[in-house]
């Protein structure tokens, strides 16, 4: 059975910085392409940020130079490091894995940005 639990969300400021995790209870968390997606109340589900099994990474335009993600393999857990949060960044954000057809989610973590 895999789990993904998120932690890290809250209300913060605009400007201000927030560090989310995700940990992973995949008994081969190698081999698995982990990833960050949002949802804004109203819109659909974006892919914000995403981590291959050898680090590389890829980022939505509105993310990038702001949000890094990255992985420990040791811990099994994916971060993604926030930075000049804006309010349009408001949503809840879900951790991803994902190895072919295997796709599995997490339940999701509220971030609030105030202007």
């Known amino acids: 059975q895999v789990q993904l639990v998120e932690s890290g969300g809250g209300l913060v400021q605009a400007g201000g910085s927030l560090r989310l995790s995700c940990a992973a209870s995949i008994s081969m968390f190698g081999i698995y392409a982990m990833g960050w997606y949002r949802q804004a109340p109203g819109k659909q589900r974006e892919l914000v940020a995403v981590?291959?099994?050898?680090?590389?990474?890829d980022y939505v335009d509105s993310v990038k130079g702001r949000f890094t993600i990255s992985r420990d393999a040791g811990k099994k857990t994916v971060y993604l490091q926030m930075d000049s949060l804006k309010p349009e960044d408001t949503a809840v954000y879900y951790c991803?894995?994902?190895?072919?057809?295997?796709?599995?989610w997490g339940q999701g973590t509220q971030v609030t940005v105030s202007s």
């Open positions: 991803y894995a994902g190895w072919g057809r295997n796709q599995y």
């Open positions: 981590i291959g099994v050898g680090g590389s990474t």
